[in-house]
């Protein structure tokens, strides 16, 4: 069952999507914590705070991952010549950027709903 909430070239139903949702952020939490950790111990940040509150450290790793998520999904499900496909990515990223990583994995999300 885990197999296809992490397959990023499944075609999901909307209670998929969630799903994909909630396993994405929780992955992204636990990674972008341990790596901020991780780059405190090494001296390379200075108090990168917590997740949800949103330092510039966790965004710029959250926006790579909603960035490398959504290029997995458009390159294995072959989506990349289509231009609702591509510009779901770029409002993704952006959001992601610009407003919150939890709002940039919605349209990802909404990605994983869209057929070949």
Avoid: C, N, Q
């Avoid at 909630?22 to 390379?44: A, C, D, E, N, R």
Wanted: without cysteine.
């Amino acid at each position: 069952m885990l197999d296809k909430i992490l397959d990023v070239g499944h075609t999901r139903s909307t209670v998929g999507a969630f799903w994909f949702y909630v396993i994405s952020l929780t992955l992204l939490v636990g990674i972008s914590t341990t790596l901020v950790h991780f780059l405190g111990l090494v001296g390379v940040v200075e108090g990168g705070g917590t997740f949800f509150v949103g330092s510039d450290i966790h965004t710029l790793i959250g926006t790579m991952f909603v960035l490398m998520v959504s290029g997995l999904i458009l390159t294995s499900r072959k989506l990349t010549s289509d231009i609702f496909s591509v510009l779901l990515t770029v409002v993704a990223v952006y959001l992601s950027y610009t407003t919150d990583v939890m709002i940039g994995l919605i349209p990802v999300a909404i990605l994983t709903t869209i057929k070949k």
